[in-house]
């Protein structure tokens, strides 16, 4: 079973960068595409991106794309998300999840990072 811990969230200025990680333990991520999602308040979890299992191939919603980016170090067992520019309309808890090779959803939830952008 992986573990994943996010971490790297805080308060952030619209224009301003944050990076996130997603650690995971117990099992190398090297056999996992890796997703990062969010949650704002009173809205449903959301995708931001996803990377493959060797980092080659990237996907992004629209809303992040250009301004965010994934990347990861499977040496490492960690995913990162970089925040480069972030609007208010971002701020939301920050969760990464693990997908298997032949799968369609993910899983293995973190518990979540906050991230608030101010104006």
């Known amino acids: 079973q992986v573990q994943l811990v996010e971490s790297g969230g805080g308060l952030v200025q619209a224009g301003d960068s944050l990076r996130l990680s997603c650690a995971a333990s117990?099992?190398?991520?090297?056999?996992?595409?890796m997703g990062w999602f969010r949650q704002a308040p009173g809205k449903i979890r959301e995708f931001v991106g996803s990377?493959?299992?060797?980092?080659?191939?990237?996907f992004y919603a629209d809303s992040v794309r250009g301004r965010f980016t994934i990347s990861r170090d499977n040496a490492k067992n960690t995913a990162y998300l970089q925040m480069t520019l972030p609007k208010p309309e971002d701020t939301a808890v920050y969760l990464c999840?693990?997908?298997?090779?032949?799968?369609?959803?993910?899983?293995?939830w973190g518990q979540g990072t906050q991230v608030t952008v101010s104006s």
């Open positions: 999840a693990v997908r298997e090779m032949g799968q369609t959803e993910y899983g293995n």
């Open positions: 117990g099992r190398s991520i090297n056999t996992y595409a």
């Open positions: 990377i493959s299992r060797t980092g080659e191939t990237t």
